[in-house]
């Protein structure tokens, strides 16, 4: 079954608070999003790459991000959507179905490696849908509006997701599909449309490197992961 890579990074990044998007800021001369596309280049078990961006980046994307670093596996670059699962059901769609399997990746999550991408893709052989995820460190507790705890979670059970994530062509488009027609929202991962569709969803360890960026201290983290940088907007 051919595989291809969706990579969601149409997201504004308000909560980088910098001019540019996140996935867009530098690390070692490059964009973030370069990294993290260069992961799946490089990956032979990937065999397309679709890019989501926002509307007003995709030819700065093309020229300056795919077509710069010969990101050759990147067949599509499509604009995204209001919210993270508008962009994953876009790049889905942009498909044409023509791939078995479907992966998806955030883009600002430059640190996945090949061994990671290729351990989520051999479970997705004998499970229907597969999650990397981190058991947690610290106890989860549910907070009520007000800031008082409601609940505590027993930390053997409590996970912490990323992506990459692997799923069915078939069972991930009806899925969202089946999303937009009931208007399911707040929809943070693909995951959790299998888990309403009623797909069992196989959970593997994940990778303690494969941080996503998303505050300025996650770009302080990613700066010391990856030696010297220069970020004219940071
Ligand atoms: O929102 P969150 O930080 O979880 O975003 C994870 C990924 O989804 C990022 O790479 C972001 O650019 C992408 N995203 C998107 N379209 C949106 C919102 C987020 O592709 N509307």
Redesign the pocket.
Known sequence: MKTVAII????SGVRMGTAKAK?FLELNDRPLLALTLDRFQQCTVIDAVIL?VPLMDVEYCRTSIVNKFGLTKVVKIVP?????Q??VRLGIEATGGIYGLVMVH???RPFVDSDLIERALDACHENRAVITALPANDTVKEVDRDGFVKKTYDRQYVWLVQTPQVFRYEDLISAHKEALSRGWKEV?DDALLMEKMGIPVKVIPGSEKNI?I?SPADLEQARCCIGALSNPDF
């Open positions: 969601p990074a149409a997201g996935q989501v995204g959507g209001e919210r993270r508008d962009s955030d883009g600002v943070t996503k998303t």
